[in-house]
């Protein structure tokens, strides 16, 4: 019991350090998303790239790591966008 535990911390860790997961969204609005920015939203986060092309590896914090899974953009595109 405690050892599975373990594994699955260990899995969640892993997955932070590594490429991002796109959050799942209904394939409506992922259609849309890539018609406004030309891209697939899920292909750009699995390669770390945002959806408007730039290098996507580095973010401020937490939550603008976490917006990325969500929009697909980048720290500069995120400062642009919201500020
Ligand atoms: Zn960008």
Request: proline share 4%; aromatic share 4%.
């Amino acid at each position: 019991m405690r050892r599975m535990t373990e594994r699955i911390v260990d899995g969640a860790e892993r997955r932070t350090t590594s490429v991002a997961n796109p959050t799942p969204k209904s394939p409506a609005v992922d259609t849309a998303i890539a018609a406004i920015a030309g891209v697939d939203r899920r292909a750009s986060i699995l390669h770390d790239m945002c959806v408007f092309g730039h290098d996507a590896d580095s973010f401020r914090d937490a939550l603008s790591a976490r917006e990325y899974t969500i929009s697909g953009m980048c720290q500069q595109c995120q400062d642009e966008v919201f500020g």
